[in-house]
């Protein structure tokens, strides 16, 4: 057996990578030819580092006797086996060291790898081994992020890997405490620390591990970790995530840092790091799977050819999902906001043979978006029968805007009726009123979701008529479920309009924000670009959502609704 398997493995990979036989992008084969050329030029005495193959290997062995605690693995009780990938990174962070003083060369780590990637694995082995196989006296190591649930997960995972290896925490005396790890005999601690946590100064830290920094809107917690390192010998901040989309924040600054090390135009021989993306000139070719084991170095491992396969079909079907895929599977970083309805899907949507007389009796929901009393006002009709949706807008202008607008088309529009326009310079609303009232005579009306924005007075008489209203405020929790469902029923052809352009114009508006949590949310990128007939049928389809649930809920209980 060879002496230095791990070493050897790192090797392997960075020559595999730079043959073509591994595929990569650019970032990572410049981080392989770094490392192929270091071990060239301070291979003489008198250079200022040394490559210590025995240091890189002790890291490596120590992390393959924890165990997996997730998915199949953990189900086969199987110990960790590290990838040549994952060998890379180890063995070049822990083994070069200064030849004088046997100190760590590298100071940060930064990481970026696509979801499914292992992540939490490969940080949480290291946590560990900093924590207590270093040789560090009172080593703190900090799983770190800006909210408690974030600053637990690589904590999490190394907790439950000390609690199912025994030998582990006999071997070095850990205490496995509710929360943190500890070690009496060296007063060592292992915690998660975020910044909701209250105070985040006076920290000694030996290593601290960011768990997708891309989420971290401030750069306080970062900011924190690194200056809290300064008191260690040989202290390390290891920082693995995903892409994101803010351009603006500490993580894209770091990524930034990063690559110019890598095409040597910085020079900082502390600073360790790989981004696993797909190039440029893939950015037209993303859904092809040969693209995909650039950016995936688990790629048939942990990250299954069927999963990502399944959800690249999605991305292209549904634009709002495609920045996510870019993002999580491909690490690409992205604006957060993107084109949200798949219009070819939208306009196989149109029935020109429904009409709102075949539904008179029939239950329906009216979604009210009165945002603006010198803009648009709409009034969605939504009816909901066997899975279907079928809709029926009403818009309202005052005729100022309509006569002083840069959009030609609201002109056009009224004048066949598509809009109606109420006299002056702002919506007079008893125009609605009288609708609604006339609705309520042909139709079986559920619920009247509206914002309560302007709307306060109108409510509050329609309340008084008998109108069920309900409130509604245009939020993140409010909307994106039912921008998801929206976009779902217009691929499967279970959502239904009559071809109404202006309702057209404004799906077409809609870019979809994605937050951090893949929560969506309708936005414009221009004023003139209106979108308040969406936000209408998001607010009826979100209610309509809510009753059916609630239908499953009792039907499940045995308590059916007639």
């Not at 940080?123 to 196989?133: R, T």
Request: charged content about 25%; glycine content about 6%.
């Amino acid at each position: 057996m060879a002496k230095y398997p791990h070493v050897d493995a790192g090797l392997k990979y960075a020559k595999e990578v730079l043959s073509g036989k591994t595929p990569a992008c650019k970032w990572v084969k410049l981080a392989c030819q770094r490392q192929v050329d270091d071990l060239q030029r301070w291979k003489a005495k008198k250079t200022p580092y040394i490559f210590d193959k025995q240091a890189a290997e002790k890291v490596c062995k120590f992390i393959e006797l924890l165990p997996h605690i997730k998915g199949e693995w953990a189900k086969r009780r199987e110990q960790i086996k590290l990838e040549k990938w994952q060998c890379f990174i180890l063995t070049v962070v822990f083994g070069w060291k200064h030849r004088e003083t046997g100190i760590r060369r590298f100071r940060t780590v930064y990481i970026e790898v696509p979801r499914k990637n292992a992540k939490s694995t490969l940080s949480s082995g290291v946590a560990l081994y900093m924590f207590a196989a270093d040789g560090e006296q009172g080593a703190e190591v900090y799983s770190a992020a800006t909210t408690r649930d974030q600053a637990r997960i690589v904590f999490d995972v190394s907790k439950r890997m000390a609690q199912r290896e025994p030998k582990f925490r006999k071997r070095y005396g850990v205490q496995a405490n509710a929360h943190n790890l500890s070690i009496i005999d060296s007063a060592s601690k292992f915690e998660p620390l975020s910044a909701e946590g209250g105070t985040l100064d006076g920290l000694n830290i030996h290593l601290g591990v960011v768990d997708e920094l891309h989420a971290h809107k401030t750069r306080v917690v970062y900011d924190v970790l690194e200056t809290g390192t300064g008191s260690r010998a040989q202290s390390l901040l290891w920082n693995i995530t995903t892409a994101g989309s803010n351009q603006a924040g500490i993580c894209y600054e770091q990524r930034t840092y990063l690559t110019k090390i890598l095409e040597k135009i910085a020079d900082d021989e502390t600073y360790f790091g790989l981004i696993y993306t797909i190039d440029d000139e893939d950015a037209e070719s993303w859904h092809e799977p040969d693209i995909w084991k650039k950016a995936n170095p688990n790629y048939g491992i942990s990250v299954y050819p069927d999963d990502i396969a399944r959800l690249c079909a999605k991305a292209m079907q549904m634009p709002s999902a495609q920045n996510n895929f870019l993002t999580k599977r491909l690490d690409c970083w992205v604006n957060a906001d993107t084109a949200w309805m798949n219009m070819i899907s939208w306009r196989k949507c149109i029935d020109t043979n429904m009409h709102i007389s075949d539904f008179e009796g029939k239950p329906c929901y009216l979604g009210l978006d009165l945002a603006s009393k010198v803009d648009f006002a709409v009034m969605m009709q939504l009816f909901a029968e066997n899975g279907h949706y079928y809709v029926f807008p009403k818009y309202y202008l005052p005729e100022e805007t309509a006569e002083n607008s840069s959009n030609s088309q609201y002109s056009g529009w009224a004048r066949t009726d598509l809009i109606t326009l109420t006299p002056g310079a702002v919506i007079d609303y008893e125009y609605i009123e009288d609708d609604m009232k006339e609705i309520a005579s042909k139709f079986d009306i559920l619920e009247v979701p509206y914002d309560p924005f302007q709307a306060t007075q109108l409510s509050t008489r329609m309340m008084n008529e008998g109108f069920p209203m309900v409130e509604m405020r245009p939020t993140v929790l409010n909307f994106s479920e039912p921008m998801k469902e929206l976009e779902k029923l217009v691929l499967e052809g279970k959502f239904h309009h009559n071809g109404d352009p202006i309702l057209t114009w404004m799906i077409s508006n809609v870019v979809c924000h994605t937050d951090a949590k893949d929560n969506i949310y309708p936005r414009k990128e221009r004023p003139e670009n209106k979108i308040d007939g969406v936000v209408a049928l998001i607010m009826g389809l979100n209610r309509a959502l809510a009753n059916i649930k609630k239908k499953s809920v009792y039907e499940t209980r045995g308590l059916a609704i007639v």
